[in-house]
């Protein structure tokens, strides 16, 4: 099923992988209040940059499949030969 959770983009963020991020795109910028307002001050902010948060059963137009589980990965160097990383390292 085409859902975040088999998505490439889909990364959990959670232990139960219920949520997650999308890594489609950059992260966002987006401001929130740093503190309640005051009459007659400047609004405090706080900048900073998110991953937009999306559930495992979501999905959109932007599904592509996943190759490896998150987390993973493989070294393929020029000669193309697999190179296995012993455990511990």
Do not use: H
């Not at 490439?8 to 740093?34: A, S």
């Not at 592509?64 to 296995?84: A, D, Q």
Request: proline letters at 15%; one cysteine or more; a positive charge.
């Amino acid at each position: 099923m085409e859902t975040c959770e088999s998505c490439r983009f889909y990364f959990p963020t959670d232990k139960q992988g219920i949520q997650g991020e999308c890594k489609w795109e950059p992260p966002k910028l987006l401001m929130f209040p740093k503190s309640p307002p005051v009459m007659g001050a400047p609004p405090l902010i706080e900048l900073r940059s998110l991953f937009p948060p999306v559930k495992s059963g979501s999905w959109c137009g932007q599904w592509e499949v996943r190759r490896k589980p998150p987390g993973t990965f493989e070294i393929v160097p020029e000669n193309k030969k697999t190179l296995k990383l012993a455990e511990g390292d």
